[in-house]
C-alpha cells in the first residue's frame, strides 16, 4: 500500500528520513508491502516543491547534497516562489504530514498551528518535534481521535529507539509505576567523561562542543531544560497527565563536581542525570535532577551519549530500553517508524 | 471485542495468565476494550473442563489455588472424564488456542501436534513451549499464514520481555546486523554470584537451586542447552534461518572458574554467558559461550537473573532491551501480550 507523505520543513531529520526511503524501498516494500511518495516538501530556507505524483528521492536528495535549494528539481536555474507551509499542507494531497521544523519549547510554534492544520484537513501527523508535544499533546491527540487521524511522536523522545510504540505493543495491558530514564545524550557524555577520563566540567563541555553533542549555548541540555520536555511528553502520553514544563522540578549538572563524582565511585555509584515521573494518587511527580544509582541500577550503565528508560511495570515489573538518542538517520528512522505504524493500521 | 481462549495445559503460565486476566480484567475492557473468556482447559494431571460461554476465572483459580482438580468446577465432590487436549482442541469453539505444555527440546512433542490440530481446525495459537518454536517454527508459521492464523511465540526467549513485538512494530523497517544476548537467567546468576559474593562454581549452583532459579538437574541452563534453543528461535524468526540446535556451536560456564572471572575483573571485563547470531553471506553464524564482555558493552551490567538482548541494526545501530526472563506472571504475560497483539490485529 502506497503511503503519500508531505515533509514541513526539511533540515536534518528530513533529509535522514530521505536517505532511509531511498536506501531501503526495495526492502519496506517486500517486507512491509509500504511504498512511500513523497508529494509536497516547504521548508522555509530551502523552497518548496507539490509534486502530485511524488517525486524522485535519489534526484532530490542529490540536490540538496549540493546545498541546492529544493524548487531547482523542477529544473536547473529555475525558480519557485514558496509555496507557505500552512498553504502547502492544505493544498498537498498527502496521507500523512510529518513535522519536521524547529523546535520551541516556550510556545510550540509554529509547529503546533502546522500539525492543527494537517488534522483539519484530513492528514495523519507523525513529529520529532518536542515543543508541540510537550506543550499541547492532548489537545492534538483528541483532534487526531476526534477526526479519526493518527498523532505520533515516536521521535520526541530518544530520538528512533521505541518507546511509545514499545508501551503500545509490546508491553500492552501493563500499568505504569514509574518512568526513569537518561534522556539527554549531551549530560550523559559530560558524566561520563568526568568519571572516566577525569576531566572536569568545563573540559568536558568543550569537548562535547567539539564533538557536536553540545551547543554554543548549552543551556538547553546541561541545565535540564531538554530533559524536562522529554519527561512532560511521557507523562502526558503515557501517564494520561496534564504537565507542562514548569511543572517539573528541574536541577542541571552545572554544579556537580568531579570531587563528587569520584567519592561517588568510590562508593560504587555512578551520578546520572535521571528524568523520572509517576502518580502518586491523583498527583503526578516529576522531576529531572542528577541521582546517584547503585551501579546494579540498569541506568547506571548507560555511558556516553546513548540514552535509556526504565519502565516499572505492574506485570513486568522493570524493562529498560537502551539505545541512540540522537543522530540524523536514527531521528529519521523514529518519522519511518510512526508511518509505518500508521500504514500497518491502515493495511487492515 | 471478546476473544475465546482454550488453555492446553495449566500449570504456572496457566495459572500466571488466569491471575492476570482475573485481576486485570476491567483495565483490560477498558483499555484496549479486550475481554477473554476462557471456553475450555485441558491438563492431563488436573483434568479438563469444557465450558462455551466462558467461565469464572475467579472460582476457578480458587479451585486450583486449594491443590484441587480442574473439574471439580462443575460441582464439589464431581469429576468428569479428562478429555484430552487433541479432543479438545477440535471440540471447543476458542479463537485461540493457549499451548502451555511442557518443553521437549528433542522431539517438540506433544506440543507441536497440539499446535497443528488448532491450526487446522481454524484457531490461533500462543505459546510459550521452546519446544515447538526451536523445532518447527517455519513449518508451523506457515500453517497459520495460509489459515490466516496467527502463531505467535513472544514467551520462548525472555518471557514476557518483548523481544519478537519489538522488533515487529517499535523497530520495523530494520534490517538485522547480529543479535546479542543474555537468555538464561540462571547461569547469569551463578555468574554474578561467583564475581560479586566470590562464590566458587559449585556454591553458586547450590544456592541457585535453593532459591529455585536451577532445577536439581542443571544441565540444561548451565551446559547452555536452553541457550541454543533460544538462539535457534531468534535465528529462526528473525532472520529468517533454518536453523535446529545441532547447528549451533555452544559451550556452557561449567568449566569457568572463580580465578578466571576475578581476573577479567581485574582487566575491567565481565564474563557473560552470551548467544548470539547473524548472517554471513548466505550461511548463519549462531553460537552459545562465555565471552570475556568490556564493561562498556550494554550487556556486561546485565546482572543475577536479568535477560537481555541487543540488536544490532542498520538503521537503529544498537538497541537493548533488558527484563525479566522467567517468572509466573511474566511468563503469564507473554501469553497475554501475545492474545493482545492477536486482539489488536483482529479488531480493526
Same mark, same amino acid.
Given at each position: 500500500?502506497?503511503?503519500?507523505?508531505?515533509?514541513?520543513?526539511?533540515?536534518?531529520?528530513?533529509?535522514?528520513?530521505?536517505?532511509?526511503?531511498?536506501?531501503?524501498?526495495?526492502?519496506?516494500?517486500?517486507?512491509?508491502?509500504?511504498?512511500?511518495?513523497?508529494?509536497?516538501?516547504?521548508?522555509?530556507?530551502?523552497?518548496?516543491?507539490?509534486?502530485?505524483? *511524488?517525486?524522485?528521492?535519489?534526484?532530490?536528495?542529490?540536490?540538496?547534497?549540493?546545498?541546492?535549494?529544493?524548487?531547482?528539481?523542477?529544473?536547473?536555474?529555475?525558480?519557485?516562489?514558496?509555496?507557505?507551509?500552512?498553504?502547502?499542507?492544505?493544498?498537498?494531497?498527502?496521507?500523512?504530514?510529518?513535522?519536521?521544523?524547529?523546535?520551541?519549547?516556550?510556545?510550540?510554534?509554529?509547529? /503546533?498551528?502546522?500539525?492543527?492544520?494537517?488534522?483539519?484537513?484530513?492528514?495523519?501527523?507523525? /513529529?520529532?518535534?518536542?515543543?508541540?508535544?510537550?506543550?499541547?499533546?492532548?489537545?492534538?491527540?483528541?483532534?487526531?481521535?476526534?477526526?479519526?487521524?493518527?498523532?505520533?511522536?515516536?521521535? /520526541?523522545?530518544?530520538?528512533?529507539?521505541?518507546?511509545?510504540?514499545?508501551?503500545? /505493543?509490546?508491553?500492552?495491558?501493563?500499568?505504569?509505576?514509574?518512568?526513569?530514564?537518561?534522556?539527554?545524550?549531551?549530560?550523559?557524555?559530560?558524566?561520563?567523561?568526568?568519571?572516566?577520563?577525569?576531566?572536569?566540567?568545563?573540559?568536558?563541555?568543550?569537548? !562535547?562542543?567539539?564533538?557536536?553533542?553540545?551547543? !554554543?549555548?548549552?543551556?538547553?541540555?546541561?541545565?535540564?531544560?531538554? !530533559?524536562?520536555?522529554?519527561?512532560?511528553?511521557?507523562?502526558?502520553?503515557?501517564?494520561? *497527565?496534564?504537565?507542562?514544563? &514548569?511543572? &517539573?522540578?528541574?536541577? *542541571?549538572?552545572?554544579?556537580?563536581?568531579?570531587?563528587?563524582? +569520584?567519592?561517588?565511585?568510590? %562508593?560504587?555509584?555512578?551520578?546520572?542525570?535521571?528524568? %523520572?515521573?509517576?502518580?502518586?494518587?491523583?498527583? =503526578?511527580?516529576?522531576?529531572?535532577?542528577?541521582?546517584?544509582?547503585? +551501579?546494579?541500577?540498569?541506568?547506571?550503565?548507560?555511558?556516553?551519549?546513548?540514552?535509556?528508560?526504565?519502565?516499572?511495570?505492574?506485570?513486568?515489573?522493570?524493562?529498560?530500553?537502551?539505545? !541512540?538518542?540522537?543522530?540524523?538517520?536514527?531521528?529519521?528512522?523514529?518519522?519511518?517508524?510512526?508511518?509505518?505504524? =500508521?500504514?500497518?493500521?491502515?493495511?487492515?
Amino acid at each position: 500500500m502506497e503511503l503519500k507523505i508531505g515533509l514541513i520543513g526539511c533540515g536534518t531529520v528530513g533529509t535522514g528520513l530521505l536517505e532511509i526511503l531511498e536506501k531501503k524501498s526495495d526492502y519496506l516494500k517486500e517486507q512491509y508491502d509500504f511504498e512511500a511518495q513523497i508529494v509536497a516538501i516547504s521548508d522555509r530556507l530551502k523552497g518548496s516543491i507539490l509534486i502530485p505524483e *511524488g517525486l524522485d528521492i535519489k534526484r532530490l536528495l542529490s540536490l540538496l547534497n549540493e546545498g541546492k535549494r529544493i524548487d531547482q528539481y523542477y529544473g536547473e536555474g529555475k525558480t519557485a516562489e514558496l509555496i507557505e507551509p500552512l498553504d502547502m499542507i492544505e493544498k498537498c494531497e498527502a496521507d500523512v504530514i510529518a513535522e519536521l521544523t524547529y523546535t520551541d519549547i516556550e510556545t510550540g510554534e509554529p509547529a /503546533t498551528g502546522y500539525i492543527k492544520k494537517a488534522l483539519r484537513t484530513g492528514k495523519h501527523v507523525v /513529529t520529532s518535534n518536542k515543543g508541540p508535544a510537550a506543550l499541547y499533546y492532548s489537545e492534538l491527540r483528541k483532534m487526531a481521535d476526534q477526526n479519526n487521524l493518527f498523532f505520533r511522536i515516536e521521535g /520526541t523522545v530518544m530520538s528512533g529507539t521505541p518507546v511509545f510504540s514499545l508501551f503500545e /505493543t509490546g508491553l500492552a495491558g501493563n500499568e505504569i509505576r514509574e518512568v526513569k530514564g537518561i534522556l539527554n545524550g549531551t549530560t550523559n557524555f559530560i558524566l561520563t567523561k568526568m568519571e572516566l577520563d577525569n576531566m572536569d566540567y568545563a573540559e568536558a563541555l568543550k569537548l !562535547a562542543q567539539k564533538l557536536g553533542y553540545a551547543e !554554543a549555548d548549552p543551556t538547553a541540555d546541561v541545565e535540564g531544560y531538554d !530533559a524536562v520536555a522529554k519527561i512532560v511528553i511521557l507523562t502526558n502520553v503515557l501517564l494520561e *497527565g496534564g504537565l507542562t514544563p &514548569v511543572n &517539573v522540578r528541574r536541577e *542541571g549538572i552545572t554544579s556537580l563536581t568531579r570531587e563528587q563524582i +569520584l567519592a561517588a565511585k568510590a %562508593q560504587g555509584f555512578r551520578y546520572k542525570l535521571i528524568a %523520572q515521573t509517576r502518580k502518586a494518587g491523583d498527583n =503526578i511527580e516529576a522531576s529531572v535532577s542528577p541521582q546517584k544509582l547503585p +551501579l546494579s541500577d540498569p541506568l547506571a550503565g548507560i555511558m556516553g551519549t546513548q540514552n535509556a528508560l526504565t519502565f516499572d511495570l505492574d506485570l513486568m515489573g522493570k524493562v529498560t530500553i537502551q539505545g !541512540a538518542g540522537a543522530g540524523k538517520i536514527e531521528t529519521g528512522y523514529s518519522i519511518l517508524s510512526d508511518i509505518l505504524a =500508521i500504514h500497518q493500521r491502515l493495511k487492515r
